[in-house]
């Protein structure tokens, strides 16, 4: 389905640094995303990508400005509402994997499933597991724990649990951060395909221009402040 997936107009908001001090750490951005497109986000630490990702990942709502996803103005949904369609349209993936060490790999991967909204029998949760880990060549490895992984696996099966809910959209924050260099490179080749082949619309923040120019739009962000490339 093509079209405006989400769009931000003049979006701010602000963290609370003391008794009388705020800071902005989203500055009026204005974007519009299109469905089936993949964006990176660039900048330092501290320039306001993660506080960026939140608002759009449905995980902050304490903002001003307009957010507009899929045709729903988030201001106004409730807090159960916007959990609804962050559960049902949007996949996470992290830096830090955030597995959970005594489930093992398939486990791990049916969180999402169980704590989505959609309702699958038990079969069809083990087929679209077993789906997901063959995606990111990780099949064999369904009953490891995450300890007995490398890096590189725990971020594909980290992915693996984020693409199972088939989302609208994918944000990885610095998916290729904690890993080396060739490890990164093999972890992003996975995730760029699979977003390719489903569609998926891709939000990507990293610090790496390298990283960055495998997205079709390259964006910087600075002191909460959005530019285009």
Aim: charge should be positive; charged fraction near 25%; include cysteine.
């Amino acid at each position: 389905m093509s079209g405006v997936l989400l769009e931000l107009e003049d979006v701010t908001a602000k963290v609370q640094l003391g008794r009388r001090q705020l800071l902005t750490t989203v500055d009026s951005v204005s974007l519009e995303i299109i469905r089936g497109t993949s964006h990176a986000i660039v900048g330092k630490s501290g320039s306001g990508k993660t506080s960026l990702i939140s608002i759009l990942g449905l995980l902050n709502s304490d903002f001003t400005g307009r957010y507009s996803y899929a045709g729903s103005d988030v201001g106004r949904l409730s807090d159960r509402q916007r959990s609804k369609l962050r559960g049902s349209h949007i996949g996470f993936v992290f830096q830090n994997y955030s597995l959970i060490r005594h489930l093992n790999v398939a486990e791990n991967v049916d969180l999402s499933l169980r704590y989505s909204n959609e309702k699958l029998s038990r079969r069809q949760r083990f087929a679209r597991i077993t789906q997901a880990l063959e995606d990111v060549g990780l099949a064999d490895r369904r009953k490891e724990y995450p300890g007995r992984l490398s890096g590189g696996e725990q971020q594909r099966v980290a992915i693996a649990r984020a693409l199972v809910l088939r989302p609208e959209l994918l944000i990885c924050d610095e998916p290729t951060g904690a890993l080396d260099t060739d490890t990164g490179k093999h972890v992003l080749s996975v995730l760029m395909e699979l977003v390719r082949s489903s569609r998926t619309t891709l939000v990507l923040v990293t610090h790496d221009s390298e990283v960055a120019a495998h997205c079709e739009n390259v964006m910087h962000m600075d002191s909460g402040r959005l530019t285009h490339a």
